[in-house]
């Protein structure tokens, strides 16, 4: 596929599906041929401005990291391909934000899940899938059955988390974990009542 105008490339899926690898794959490619690129992640429990985005197998760039969507156009610079990890974790503005970039000639990639741990979707994600030029969803593999799995399942002390454990969690709390489910396997107990 050619880019020669702004253009809006959304990648999403479920904890597990390789989102990651598939920008950095793209953002490999764009560097070969001479584009300027800069990667983009949420600042949420760091405290750097520079920050490395590592795949689950080993492929990594540097980064810089934003405390919201306000923050992306200082430092996008002169970069012909912006990419933007974690979208799930940023602001309602973020769409708009991405819209302006494309509208201003940029290749735009984000990445993020598409639904959090109930399969709600998952703050701007919706809104920036619409709005986007391509958007490519990717499937893991569900650990219960070894089927397609889109869903991401917490569990908590080896438990499904209920729908009403924060959405999310930093520095853990407990005995978390998360793995990649299909839609008969993904559980969300109902809410606990104290
Ligand atoms: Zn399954």
Same mark, same amino acid.
């Given at each position: ?68 969507? =306000?923050? &992306? *156009?200082?430092?996008?610079?002169? !970069? #012909?391909?912006?990419? $933007?990890?974690? /979208?799930?974790?940023? +602001? %309602? ?60 399942? =917490?569990? &908590? *002390?080896?438990?499904?988390?209920? !729908? #009403?454990?924060?959405? $999310?969690?930093? /520095?853990?709390?407990? +005995? %978390? ?18």
């Amino acid at each position: 596929m050619f880019y020669t105008g702004g253009w809006v490339h959304v990648i999403c899926g479920c904890m597990f599906c390789g989102k990651t690898d598939e920008m950095l794959r793209l953002l490999r490619r764009f560097s070969i041929a001479g584009r300027r690129v800069v990667l983009i992640k949420p600042r949420l429990d760091t405290r750097t401005d520079e920050a490395t985005v590592v795949s689950r197998s080993g492929a990594h760039h540097r980064a810089a990291t934003v405390d919201d969507s =306000r923050g &992306i *156009d200082a430092v996008v610079g002169n !970069a #012909d391909i912006v990419a $933007i990890e974690e /979208g799930q974790f940023f +602001d %309602e503005a973020l769409p708009d934000v991405v819209t302006r970039l494309a509208d201003a000639g940029k290749q735009v990639l984000v990445t993020g899940l598409d639904t959090d741990f109930r399969g709600i979707p998952f703050g701007a994600m919706p809104r920036l899938m619409a709005l986007a030029d391509q958007v490519t969803k990717l499937t893991a593999i569900c650990m219960v059955c070894g089927e397609p799995a889109t869903r991401t399942q =917490r569990l &908590i *002390d080896g438990e499904p988390a209920p !729908a #009403d454990s924060p959405l $999310i969690v930093i /520095g853990g709390m407990g +005995d %978390e974990k998360y793995e990649a489910r299909c839609r008969q396997h993904h559980e969300v107990p109902a809410a606990q009542l104290a």
